[in-house]
């Protein structure tokens, strides 16, 4: 742009004579000043940090109405672009982070099977097993159902109390509970954030009296659907550049300003994983590395026991199209679908991020990200692997044969 401009002048001055002379001498000065402003405000956009906001004329101007608040204001896209909602998946699906009732009743299961239906589910991993006897209730729940091919359990363990020798005990119930027909063990965020030692304190995630129970994972093989901390943002200061604010300000209890470091419970978990490398462990909502998809491809690369699921984390996939079907490709054995709370007309957004090359759309909830979405257009044989296919090769438990016929070649 530069060399345009500083061309112009002598273009001008060369095809300049007679009394335009004059006219044209001036129009030159006024073109250099022109360039002079140019280059000082390039050379301050130098200075600035790339992405920043420039100063502009209207700067310290104040709106002449009265501004919505973050609530009312709801901008209509004037965007034309084409629309391709997915309301069904295109190929069966595994929902490996579920919750519902242990034990379903024969109703309950009647209404979820509605939504499965709809958007093509073909097994719910029920991760709130519990265990010993409502475990066993549950289990039985489903093998008398006659859905019995279509949800799983996980089972739980019960950190409460834990001291010396509570390890042995844990470990010894989760081998009950996954010969009673449980297929893995799925640990709730309580772990690191809110669960105490007998004595008290804190019980980290690493704790060694932990062990004897992610052993039983992999002598067992089955994996541990583990969910360790929460967003980032909600660990970071409750101001205006907090991009949960809004959500922060609804949820009292997301507010995690004050207690445990986001990155001592990283800390602690990726400890936790590097001292058991025989154990599978799939990380609920991608670990809470969506945001960051370089942080979450190092700890892939550092820990092949590690895989994540996508429950809750849409938001991050859809504001990064390009880097996420990249990621999407690259590790496409280590990632799984999730969905977390079971809402049916909410797994169609998942779809559309995942199946289209759809742009600037909505998200389902504004508090959650107040961004569009843009989908990420992955192949089919990724697709299957994130569907169904990475969900079979890790549990090995899961009722197999209506996928087979779409196994990949
Ligand atoms: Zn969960």
Redesign the pocket.
């Known amino acids: 742009m530069i060399v345009t401009l500083s061309e112009a002048p002598t273009r001008v001055g060369a095809e300049s004579k007679g009394t335009e002379f004059g006219l044209r001498l001036a129009a030159i000065s006024s073109m250099k000043k022109a360039l002079l402003i140019l280059f000082a405000s390039t050379s301050i956009a130098a200075q600035q940090s790339p992405g920043q906001i420039r100063p502009r004329p209207a700067e310290g101007r104040e709106p002449e109405l009265r501004p919505p608040t973050i609530r009312e204001y709801h901008p209509k896209s004037q965007l034309v672009a084409p629309q391709h909602p997915v309301p069904r998946a295109k190929f069966p699906v595994v929902d490996i ?1 579920s ?1 519902q009732s242990t034990p379903i009743s024969a109703g309950e299961f009647d209404q979820v099977m509605k939504g499965m239906e709809a958007n093509k589910l073909q097994i719910l991993v029920n ?1 709130s097993g519990s265990w010993g006897d409502r475990l066993r209730h549950g289990v039985d729940a489903l093998r008398a159902s006659k859905y019995k091919d279509r949800m799983v359990l996980f089972a739980n363990v019960n950190f409460s109390g834990v001291g010396p020798g509570f390890g042995a005990r844990a470990a010894k119930q989760l081998e009950d509970d996954i010969k009673a027909g449980a297929m893995g063990l ?1 640990v ?1 965020k309580d772990l690191g954030m809110f669960d105490r030692k007998a004595d008290g304190s804190r019980l980290q995630v690493d704790d060694a009296e932990l062990d004897p129970v992610w052993d039983a994972c992999a002598r067992l093989n089955v994996p541990v659907l583990i ?1 360790i901390a929460e967003p980032a943002a909600f660990f970071e200061p409750l101001d205006y550049t907090n991009e949960r604010w809004l959500e922060l300000a609804l949820y009292r209890d997301r507010r995690h300003q004050d207690g445990v470091r986001f990155e001592t419970l990283m800390n602690e978990r990726n400890n936790m994983i590097r001292k058991h490398p025989n154990t599978k462990f799939i990380l ?1 909502h991608f670990g809470w590395h969506a945001s960051d998809l370089a942080r979450a491809g190092k700890l892939l690369d550092q820990s092949p026991n590690v895989y994540y699921d996508v ?1 809750a984390v849409l938001y991050d996939f859809g504001r990064q199209p390009r880097a996420s079907h990249d990621f999407f490709i690259k590790y496409q054995d280590r990632i799984l679908f999730g969905k ?1 709370s079971y809402q049916p007309d909410e797994y169609p957004y998942y779809w559309r991020v995942f199946e289209t090359n759809d742009e600037y759309f909505d998200y389902y909830r504004d508090y959650h990200a107040f961004w569009k979405l843009y989908g990420i257009g992955l192949p089919d044989q990724v697709l299957k692997k994130l569907y169904y296919g990475n969900a079979l090769k890790l549990v090995p438990g899961l009722p197999r044969a209506p996928f087979e016929r779409l196994a990949t070649p």
């Open positions: 982070h919750h991760l799925k709730f969910h609920a429950a977390a």
